[in-house]
Structures are given as structure tokens and as C-alpha cells.
């Protein structure tokens, strides 16, 4: 049989023991061992001591009343987030329109959008590059109405 | 019935309450926790102006949350989830927030060298206040598992809920924070460490 003496507890099971969580077989243990060794005893009077300073630290208070504080800043009532299948599938239906309805409206602009850009010819679709500023001003009463015809090349 | 048991039976039934809706239940909860959450944040965070809006904050989390709340769990345990959760996304925006490995030795929590003269060692306000001193200079993980079961008389079963760790790793770090509290507390007292 071997010496309780020769190994001492750890400070798990000590702590363990201070807080009455060690099961009783281990509980049993350590209370013999205690009984007869200085050092245990003493290390867990440590750890009583330690939570009788604690037990002695000063309350703090928030020292106003929170709940009236915060009632007017609650979301509203707090609502369940389980789902409560009173219409079963059907109640899926109107999400199930939406979301068709939006895919649909969504391939159909995204259709005209692209079939119409491929139809412009090169020229309409980079006349924001022309010498004519966008928005059509000229750059001077002349050039638009002398000088313009001989720039397209009709002969009069 | 003891005073544990009393809260437990008031919390569920405000909780159930609140959960449904009863802005008046869940009012009576705050009112019964605002304190202890209070309490346990300004040590967590050592700022009274930090650790009463977090308690705020931490109570409208706990509102918008109530749906997700189960009476299988204590009231309180999960709000001071909650509260905790909050406290340390604090610490790490402050990156303040200390990561240590598990068998790191408790000395190296030692960050100043102070020793009060004789005649205040033995006064219990200058206890207290090294208490405190040594409380505050604990790696997060330790402080709040400390705080949580010497302050709040958190299970071990409770504490492994609240930090999101198992039973086993309760008990080793309680131990750790314990010895190292003892070891800081020594410290600051200007005692030696086999007094």
C-alpha cells in the first residue's frame, strides 16, 4: 500500500474539492489525504481564503432602473422563429409567384437589354467619341449650316 | 426552496413571458440581473462607461435573442453568455485581449513590481483592492472563469456551457486561474510566494 503522503493533490483536484465538484470515490481521496498532509491542507485553505475575499469585493450597481432605459429601444415584440406549418407547402405559394415572376422579369430586361445593344451599328454606339459634344451642341452656327453638307459628301 | 431555486422559477416564467412578447416580463428580468451583469462586466472590462453600455447592449441582444431561448437551459446561463460573448468582442476590438496556452506558467501574469508598505497589508480595504489588482491582471480566460464561479456561483456543468468548453477543461483552468490569482495577490502584497 502506498503512502498518501508521498504524492500530493494537484491544484485541480484541490480546486475541485474547494467547490464540491469531484465525485465521491476522488472526494474521499483527497479528505484522507488532506487530513494528513500540511501542504494540501494549507493550499486549499488558499483557495478558501481566495473566495472569501472574493465574497468580500464590493457589489457594484448600475444605479438607474435599465428596463426603462431600454423599453423604448426593444424591436417590438420578440417573435418566434419557428415556423408553424398551419397552410403546409401552400403557404409557400406567394414567395413561389414572386420569385417566378422576378426571374421572369429579370430574363426578359436582360434580354431586350443585350438583343438591343448587338442591333446598334458601331458607328451610334460610339458617337459619344464624336468631334460633337453629347447633347448635340454645335460648335458654331457656320460649321452646322454652311460647311455641313460638304462634310457628308453630298454634291449639290 | 433556496434562494438559487426562487430566481430560477421567477426567470422562466418572465423568460416564457418575455419570450412570447411581454415587454413587461422581460422588463422584470432586467431588473432582477441588471446588477450581476453589470457587476460581471465592469470587472471583465475594468470601465464602468464600457462595462454599462455592454450591459445594455448585452440585455437588447438578449431580447432580440429570446425566440432562440429554450427553458431546457437556466435563464441566466444563457444571459450571461450572452454578456460574456459581448464582453470579449470588446477586448478584442481594444486588442487587449491576452491568449495563453494551457500550461503557461501563472509568473509570467506578473506585469509590475509593487509592494504596499506593512501597515496597509493588513487593512481589508488594501486587501480588496489587491484583490482586485490581482483579478484584473489575469489572461481573459482565467478572469472570467473566476469571475463566473467565486461571483456568480456558476456549476462547473454551467461554467462548460457559458465558455463553450467541456467539464474536464473546466476544472484545469479554474485550478490555473486560481494559483495564478494567488500568485499575483502574493505579488502585489509584497509576500513570498511559499507564504
Redesign the interface.
Known amino acids: 500500500m502506498t503512502d498518501p503522503h508521498e504524492v500530493h493533490a494537484t491544484d485541480i483536484d484541490l480546486s475541485a474539492y474547494h467547490d464540491a465538484e469531484l465525485p465521491a470515490p476522488a472526494r474521499l481521496r483527497i479528505t484522507a489525504h488532506i487530513a494528513a498532509c500540511p501542504l494540501c491542507a494549507k493550499r486549499l485553505a488558499d483557495f478558501a481564503a481566495l473566495s472569501a475575499d472574493f465574497a468580500q469585493l464590493p457589489k457594484d450597481s448600475l444605479g438607474f432602473d435599465l428596463a426603462s432605459v431600454i423599453a423604448g429601444q426593444l424591436p417590438g415584440p420578440a417573435r418566434s422563429h419557428r415556423w408553424t406549418p398551419t397552410l403546409g407547402w401552400l403557404g409557400l405559394l406567394p414567395a413561389g409567384i414572386g420569385a417566378t415572376v422576378s426571374i421572369a422579369l429579370g430574363i426578359a430586361i436582360g434580354g431586350v437589354l443585350f438583343s438591343g445593344s448587338a442591333a446598334l451599328p458601331r458607328e451610334t454606339a460610339m458617337s459619344v467619341f464624336d468631334s460633337i459634344p453629347p447633347g448635340g451642341l454645335c460648335l458654331g452656327l457656320d460649321s452646322c449650316y454652311a460647311e455641313y453638307p460638304n462634310k457628308t459628301g453630298v454634291i449639290k | 426552496m433556496d434562494d438559487k431555486t426562487g430566481i430560477d422559477d421567477a426567470d422562466m416564467a418572465q423568460a416564457l413571458s418575455?419570450?412570447?412578447?411581454?415587454?413587461r416580463a422581460?422588463?422584470?428580468l432586467?431588473?432582477r440581473h441588471?446588477?450581476r451583469m453589470?457587476?460581471f462586466l465592469?470587472r471583465m472590462l475594468g470601465t464602468r462607461d464600457e462595462a454599462?453600455d455592454l450591459?445594455?447592449d448585452s440585455?437588447?441582444k438578449a431580447?432580440?435573442a429570446?425566440?432562440?431561448w429554450r427553458p431546457e437551459a437556466r435563464f441566466t446561463t444563457w444571459l450571461f453568455q450572452i454578456a460574456r460573448n459581448a464582453a470579449l468582442d470588446l477586448l478584442r476590438h481594444r486588442q487587449r485581449i491576452e491568449f495563453v496556452s494551457l500550461d503557461a506558467d501563472p509568473s509570467h501574469d506578473i506585469v509590475e513590481d509593487y509592494t504596499p508598505s506593512p501597515e496597509k497589508q493588513f487593512s481589508?480595504r488594501q486587501?480588496?483592492s489587491l484583490?482586485?489588482r490581482a483579478i484584473d491582471t489575469l489572461p481573459v480566460d482565467q478572469r472570467e472563469i473566476?469571475l463566473l464561479?467565486?461571483?456568480e456561483d456558476m456549476?462547473?456543468a454551467e461554467l462548460a456551457l457559458i465558455l463553450g468548453i467541456n467539464e474536464g477543461t473546466v476544472?484545469?483552468r479554474?485550478?490555473?486561474a486560481?494559483?495564478a490569482?494567488?500568485t499575483n495577490?502574493r505579488h502585489y502584497a509584497g509576500e513570498s510566494p511559499d507564504d
Open positions: 418575455a419570450r412570447a412578447g411581454d415587454l422581460f422588463a422584470g432586467v431588473r441588471q446588477d453589470f457587476g465592469l454599462m450591459t445594455q440585455f437588447l431580447w432580440k429570446l425566440p432562440d481589508d486587501r480588496i484583490l482586485q473566476l464561479r467565486e461571483l456549476s462547473y476544472k484545469s479554474l485550478a490555473r486560481r494559483a490569482a494567488l495577490f
